[in-house]
């Protein structure tokens, strides 16, 4: 079979996640997705057969203001090859009642690595396609190189030119027209201020039959109780004459025609991970080889008019931006466990950028380089963040000039009150919100309700809010004793009202928030941060009582829960329309990324003993497997709480991502 491509083993890379796709069902081979991104937040994704099962997917998801204004215009190609008086169709896709073509009858193997890449046979014909993203321009490439035989391949191009939330129907607007130039095709939307889809492929004939195809049916979309049917147009073929052995390639690219050299644009890639890579060190196992360059995807170069680009991290894909609580929990595992500390910095600047009222952005709008505050926790995230980038580095400039005085700010502006009534009490503790907010990590909202409403003083929050406190108090203590000690003695005050307030006797636990109505004691992850973070407020003997019951009521093989199984409003399945899966999102679904502060609270308390790190070892086993199951070689959103705990949400989330990763390299610091 002669399909290999360079090795990557030899350079340090992670193998290629190999899918035979003939020993598996078509839900189950829908069910993968691969996922290519770059710098820009552009991005091509699919599932393994080719066969789009969401909105989102696409070869070309062009990002018109990087990272946002995401676009889907390549929608998919649809391949024949005609070979000896035999034609073979190539493409996959489904209808509402049919699949067809379905040529994955024909597809031997998908191989996710640098390019992604599709092996075809047929009889002695082996086409091989491969998908590669430019690193820094909205523009994709597809080659097909052909062996045991020569033949005639037609690609067949198909353009949906819509914003990446909203589906495209040709009845509501019939606009999709084309032209050709010397160059191959341009595909344009003459309602919309869109700029034109460049194919260029110099080696093509362009065999020019507009058309539309009717009611391409997206089930994941389907499964989320979304629209799922969409039209999409399509110009022309472009037809290739292939000689055994020979490639033939097309490129296509957003607002102007980008030829690129595949070879050249995957070695440069190649480059740039194994850079990466080699800051885990050559050692490190295959699974965290493969987070440390899956983390890539989500640091991005985001603009600002008038301002030189900056970088930012996205939640997760395939519909997220950047959100403030999310990059700086993500930041951590994405880039300081990968010795990526220029672009941490760049991150950093790029949120202290905008605090406004003391507060860090919750999220950059998706359609202006506005910002929306709405969030308690982002805040102080960046600190807990920043501390964690001078534990690593060392770098007590870049803390004093650039990090502290944001710092400063957010504290100042909590403790005498900001936005959303969030201020100090009298105790010291940090309060926020109403009955119509949610400020915290736990957001969702049903019918216009909060599901999980957390008025009032929420335990991780205050967990967070001491040890912000503790963490100035010791950054600053040789820059500025007056600052130091003020925030020392807050921080004595903070830990004694968190005890009396959230330690819950009966129960040997944290209250997960106390309110108007008193305390809520419903058993909740959030309290894990009071042992995980740098500081904690509790004693030892309380802090392993909390990993404890945590361990024993919460955890799962993919993280914890967010609710107890025991509590009557546990959901175990996060599944269905909205309305459905807001109800379970944090009422019992399982968050990845929470695994990281259980396993650094749980190291913490048992000192890293040597049977610890085993159990640790043992609790981060079924995320190796996972790299194979929904998003290849990246971690998902959520977890159902309920085995066999499926996975739902984002196909790749950036902070479950970072969090796995750190914690392996947690194991690594405490194991040797």
Sequence with gaps: ????????????????????????????????????????????????????????????????????????????????????????????????????????????????????????????????????????????????????????????????????????????????????????????????????????????????????????????????????????????????????????????????????????????????????????????????????????????????????????????????????????????????????????????????????????????????????????????????????????TGDMDFWLSELLPAARRILAAYESGTLFDIHADADGLLCGGSAETQLTWMDAQADGRPVTPRQGKAVEINALWYCAHRIVAERCAEADADLAGRCASQAELIADAFNRTFWNEAGGYLHDCVGPEGADDSFRPNQIFAVSLPYGPLSPERAEQVVNAVQDRLLTPFGLRTLAPDDPRYRGRYAGGWSERDSAYHQGTCWPWLIGAFIEAYLKVTGGSGPAVEQVREWLGPFDAHLSEAGLGFISEVFDGDPPHTPGGCVAQAWSMAEVLRARRLVEQYGG
Aim: glycine residues 8%; aromatic residues 10%; contains cysteine.
């Design 1 to 392: 079979m002669n399909t290999q491509t360079q090795s990557s083993v030899s350079a340090g890379l992670p193998d290629p996640i190999v899918i035979n796709t003939r020993d598996a069902g078509l839900d189950e081979l829908l069910a993968k997705e691969w996922l290519l991104a770059n710098e820009r937040g552009a991005y091509a994704s699919s599932t393994v057969v080719g066969c789009n099962t969401r909105r989102y997917h696409g070869l070309l998801v062009a990002a018109a203001t990087p990272p946002t204004g995401r676009v889907v215009t390549l929608s998919t190609v649809m391949e024949q090859i005609d070979s000896e008086g035999r034609r073979w169709e190539l493409a996959t896709n489904e209808f509402p009642d049919a699949v067809a073509p379905d040529g994955r009858q024909h597809l031997e193997c998908f191989r996710n690595d640098i390019a992604a890449t599709f092996v075809y046979r047929m009889d002695e014909l082996e086409l091989v396609k491969e998908v590669l993203l430019s690193d820094s321009a909205n523009a994709v490439m597809v080659r097909y190189t052909l062996h045991g035989g020569s033949g005639v391949l037609r690609v067949r191009p198909f353009a949906a030119m819509r914003d990446f939330h909203h589906l495209r129907r040709r009845a509501d607007a019939p606009r999709l027209t084309f032209e050709t130039a010397d160059y191959g095709l341009i595909i344009q939307d003459r309602g919309e201020e869109l700029a034109g889809l460049h194919v260029v492929s110099r080696e093509a004939a362009v065999e020019p039959s507009a058309d539309w195809w009717y009611c391409f049916h997206y089930r994941a979309d389907a499964d989320r109780g979304q629209d799922c049917i969409e039209d999409l147009y399509t110009p022309a073929s472009l037809r290739y004459e292939l000689g055994d052995g020979q490639s033939c390639q097309l490129t296509a690219s957003l607002g102007s025609p980008r030829p690129a050299g595949f070879e050249t644009t995957r070695n440069a890639r190649r480059k740039h991970l194994e850079r990466i890579v080699e800051s885990v060190g050559r050692r490190a196992d295959e699974t965290t080889r493969r987070l440390a360059v899956a983390q890539d995807a989500f640091v991005v170069r985001r603009s600002f008019p008038g301002q030189r680009d900056s970088a930012t991290i996205l939640a997760g894909f395939h519909w997220f931006a950047d959100w403030g609580r999310d990059t700086f929990i993500a930041l951590p595992g994405l880039l300081l466990s990968t010795g990526r500390f220029d672009m941490a910095r760049r991150v950093f600047r790029t949120f202290a950028a905008h605090v406004a009222d003391g507060m860090i952005p919750n999220r950059f709008d998706d359609y202006s380089t506005g910002a929306h505050y709405n969030s308690i926790d982002a805040s102080l995230w960046f600190i807990v963040a920043g501390e964690r980038y001078v534990a690593a």
